[in-house]
Nanobody, 115 residues
Framework: QVHLVESGGGLVQAGESLRLSCVAS????????MAWFRQAPGKQRESVAH???????YYANDVKGRFTISRDNARNSVYLQMNSLKPEDTAVYYC?????????WGQGTQVTVSS
């Protein structure tokens, strides 16, 4: 079974940056729309960015201009560069297919932004 492994989270101050990485254990990416999701405490999981196989990207309004999603199909990887982080970006971040059926969720990576 394919597994997703997210990494790169941490504790940062407002205004700082982080780069998240997601690697899949198998070659499953190339034709799929990949997305980064986040789930804050007490809230539902939400998509913050997604990228088509050819590279077209879309962003949620509250991260537009600050976050950049990218992918490397040869490495079965997707990335999220997060700049100008805000306390409201605090959440566990996950990657997965944008559209169901999705792969099993990974463990996610915790991002905590202090003010």
């Amino acid at each position: 079974q394919v597994h997703l492994v997210e990494s790169g989270g941490g504790l940062v101050q407002a205004g700082e940056s982080l780069r998240l990485s997601c690697v899949a254990s198998g070659s499953i990416f190339s034709t799929k729309i990949m997305a980064w999701f986040r789930q804050a405490p007490g809230k539902q999981r939400e998509s913050v960015a997604h990228i088509f196989a050819a590279g077209t990207t879309y962003y949620a309004n509250d991260v537009k201009g600050r976050f950049t999603i990218s992918r490397d199909n040869a490495r079965n990887s997707v990335y999220l560069q997060m700049n100008s982080l805000k306390p409201e970006d605090t959440a566990v971040y996950y990657c997965n297919y944008l559209i169901q059926p999705r792969l099993p969720w990974g463990q996610g990576t915790q991002v905590t932004v202090s003010s």
